[in-house]
């Protein structure tokens, strides 16, 4: 009886934005680098698989299929999710991607996002997401995290709750703030998080502490410069349009 053959695929190295220094040293995801494999006809039933598409998961389900690395998925920071969803079209479809905007077909390369790497200066210490401010109006010492994959799935999860007791509820900035602020003046205990976010917190406050969460944190930059065709030398930097046709457009 002949032996079973077996194929191997194919893999490349993934370099995260965060450079590995958010998680702790035991965890593989500190290394900074992930392996992943190239998309075959499994991950394309993934991308019309109707269930997933209606639950809002099919790019992570995509994703966690690509990864050969063993790793906690919801460990992810979303920047270092951002890498490797643009690395997983990549190596799925290649490089150039092709979208409509404003009635303009636009073509971007991929290749060409350039990721944007943790300053490790900024942490209070490596192997720790963890950071220090100081809100500007109020003078608070806060410190918070850069949110993980489990966070925005807890997010979620408390804001269908809230609304399923008054359906006009919009509590998602609150919550989000909840769950990134670690410390408000020393103080770690989450009720004292909490009742600072709805009760002591200046929105100028709650809106430069945003700021300088976006300005910090790792990622990748997924802008595009735009010129309208009837726009002469007018430019714009727009937001590269994410989704199931991201990765297949005829999906």
């Known amino acids: 009886m002949s032996e079973e053959k077996k194929f191997k695929f194919p893999t490349e190295i993934v370099e995260l934005p965060s450079k590995g ?49 063993k790793i906690n998925y919801d460990d992810l920071v979303v920047g270092d999710k951002n890498a490797i969803m643009v690395a997983s079209r990549i190596l799925g479809y290649g490089k150039d991607y092709t979208f409509e905007y404003e009635g303009q077909e636009v073509t971007v390369d991929l290749s060409e996002i350039e990721p944007k790497w943790i300053n490790e200066e900024h942490l209070v210490e490596p192997n720790t997401n963890e950071f220090s401010y100081t809100l500007p109006h109020t003078e608070t010492q806060i410190t918070f995290k850069i949110l993980n994959n489990k966070d925005e799935k807890a997010i979620e999860a408390e804001i269908k709750g809230a609304k399923k007791i008054n359906k006009l509820a919009s509590p998602e900035l609150s919550m989000r703030l909840k769950q990134m602020i670690l410390s408000v003046g020393g103080d770690d205990n989450r009720k004292t998080v909490r009742e600072f976010v709805d009760n002591y917190l200046l929105a100028r406050d709650s809106r430069a502490l945003r700021e300088y969460i976006k300005e910090i944190q790792p990622d990748m930059d997924l802008t595009f410069d735009f010129y309208p065709e009837d726009g002469g030398d007018t430019q714009e930097s727009v937001k590269i349009p994410i989704g199931v046709t991201f990765f297949w457009p005829d999906a």
């Open 21 to 69: 220094l958010l998680y702790p040293k035991d965890n593989p995801l500190s290394s900074g680098k992930i392996e992943m494999k190239y998309m075959t006809a499994k991950e394309e039933d993934i991308l019309t698989n109707q269930n997933y598409i209606r639950q809002g998961v099919v790019l992570d389900k995509l994703m966690q299929s690509l990864i050969v690395s």
